[in-house]
T-cell receptor
Framework: SAVISQKPSRDICQRGTSLTIQCQVDSQVTMMFWYRQQPGQSLTLIAT?????????ESGFVIDKFPISRPNLTFSTLTVSNMSPEDSSIYLC???????????FGPGTRLTVL | GDSVTQMEGPVTLSEEAFLTINCTYT??????LFWYVQYPGEGLQLLLKATKADDKGSNKGFEATYRKETTSFHLEKGSVQVSDSAVYFCALNNAGNMLTFGGGTRLMVKP
């Protein structure tokens, strides 16, 4: 399976600032996704990152708050904008390869907002 | 819509005990079913999967069988180790790209 890395692995940020999280894959992949995992909770899909076009957001998530880029088939970014303490979570990217329905996850970015 | 229900944790076992974590699902059609594991401080790792009824997924001593008649995908291991302590997530993918996750079950194995 593809090897997925995320930067940063963790960060502590101040309220009102923004953080951009990078997801890099070592091979071209079909689909890329961004999830949020709030403390002690399960995963919630934020959006599907579409190569060369706007991301597809799930209910409850908007582009102004979580802008996403995917300039090519191996890289995507998620920005968490105008952060508040409620944004403290683990953010994970995932990918699928070759048209299969199996998702593989990156190691996650642990964000704490003070 | 689709949903996944897991037994609530934490599940606390002694080393070498038998493990069962229950997972049931609600979905139309024929979803693929997955178990993921999240070790402390890490992301999710795919543990096993099954794509059709009566398929058995297995990996690292863990097994789960896709039971369509009971809409279940229970995770089992015959003898757990301290290193198996983690959070386990059951999930389904129903003819699309979206994974639907259960709430997760924390397993704690004591020596």
């Amino acid at each position: 399976s593809a090897v997925i890395s995320q930067k940063p692995s963790r960060d502590i940020c101040q309220r009102g600032t923004s953080l951009t999280i990078q997801c890099q894959v070592d091979s071209q992949v079909t689909m890329m996704f961004w999830y949020r995992q709030q403390p002690g909770q399960s995963l919630t899909l934020i959006a599907t990152a579409n190569q060369g076009s706007e991301a597809t957001y799930e209910s409850g998530f908007v582009i102004d708050k979580f802008p996403i880029s995917r300039p090519n088939l191996t890289f995507s970014t998620l920005t968490v904008s105008n952060m508040s303490p409620e944004d403290s979570s683990i953010y994970l990217c995932s990918v699928t390869e070759g048209g299969t329905d199996t998702q593989y996850f990156g190691p996650g970015t642990r964000l704490t907002v003070l | 819509g689709d949903s996944v229900t897991q037994m609530e944790g934490p599940v606390t076992l002694s080393e070498e005990a038998f493990l069962t974590i229950n997972c049931t699902y609600t979905a139309t059609g024929y979803p693929s079913l997955f178990w993921y594991v999240q070790y402390p401080g890490e992301g999710l790792q795919l543990l096993l999967k099954a794509t059709k009824a009566d398929d058995k997924g297995s990996n690292k001593g863990f097994e789960a069988t896709y039971r369509k008649e009971t809409t279940s995908f229970h995770l089992e291991k015959g003898s757990v180790q301290v290193s198996d302590s983690a959070v386990y997530f059951c999930a389904l993918n129903n003819a699309g790209n979206m994974l639907t996750f259960g709430g997760g079950t924390r397993l704690m194995v004591k020596p």
